[in-house]
């Protein structure tokens, strides 16, 4: 398999809630983050795209689910 190049040019690093809020309004759902466990921010390597420094330009959550969501066996 081949090495993917966006995994060259990015990075995984924790994160905060901060994160979460600069990108939340692009989200599809409701942007008020309920309870979560971690927050990684994706960002450019340092050493590349010089231009975009260490701005956020993706976020992952790892959050609890729903207590209630339709479908959930109970």
């Known amino acids: 398999m081949r090495r993917c190049s966006v995994t060259e040019k990015l ?6 809630l ?11 759902r409701n942007s008020n ?3 979560f466990t971690a927050v990684f921010a994706i960002r450019p390597a340092k050493t590349l795209y ?5 701005k956020t330009i993706g ?5 609890m689910p729903s207590p209630g969501p339709v479908g959930r066996a109970t």
């Open 18 to 28: 901060d994160d979460y809020r600069r990108l939340a309004h692009f989200h599809y």
């Open 50 to 54: 010089s231009n975009f420094g260490t």
């Open 33 to 35: 983050m309920g309870p």
């Open 11 to 16: 990075q995984i690093v924790r994160g905060g």
């Open 59 to 63: 976020v992952i959550v790892y959050a």
